[in-house]
């Protein structure tokens, strides 16, 4: 009973940006859940062939780059014959850029959105039609505390991951009478190498982060892998158009 309300067996997930970080945690709780995945990425170095390999057999994955969004119908309509219905979109993949807005570029800024913003639309504009043909389907975005809290110099980044909350209530309220859910995951900071990277030499920057957050410690990619598992589960299957955030706390602490 349990494994078939939360697990996610004979379903098959389509990730982006899933061959490290919080990708492929989400890769790895879904196929520890049942579900078949296909991961695309750009494959810097054997990323993608490495990730396949610890995820095992359910795993396959598709070379290219989202930013080339007039070739995403061709990719999915790809997948869809050599792999089969798509049940699970996760819009994952991004890019990041920090700096004082007067530092920061025009193209700089449209960069973020478009990889962001611009692509997850493209990817789910081409995979909602085959959804709303079988009645049913899941779209996973995933948004950031900066879809909620101010944070100096990443004005494309927030910019971008704000936009995602709205475009997620928005194709919920458009397209869940066919079916197909569309939820957010809000990341709280996640113990992984991009935020080792960003506090390990700033002292002050960690202490204020573990300060404002009440379990008073970083969170773990599986915390978020589970919760889109959970989101893309018949369990959740009156949990429409919310951004589920998962970070310790941090949103609401002192």
Known sequence: MLQEEFGL?????????????????MAKCMTKAGAEVILIGRGKGSS??????????????????????????????????????????????????????????????????????????ALSKAIIPHMKERKEGNILFISSMTGFIGQPYVAGYSAAKSSVLGLVRTLASEVSSEGIRINAIAPGWIETPMLHKAVDNDPPRKAKILGRTPMNKFGKPEDIGWAAVYLCSNAASFVNGISLVVDGGALIGF
């Open 9 to 25: 067996n004979g379903k098959r997930a389509i990730i982006t940006g899933g061959a490290s970080g919080i990708g492929f945690a």
């Open 48 to 121: 993608l062939d490495d990730a396949v390999e610890k995820l095992g057999e359910k795993a396959s994955y598709y070379k290219f780059d989202i930013s080339q969004m007039e070739e995403i119908p061709k990719l999915v309509e790809k997948i869809i014959k050599e792999k089969g219905p798509i049940d699970i979109l996760v819009n994952n993949a991004g890019n990041h850029c920090k700096k004082p807005i007067e530092e920061m570029s025009l193209k700089e800024f449209t960069d973020v959105l478009d990889l962001h913003v611009t692509a997850s639309f």
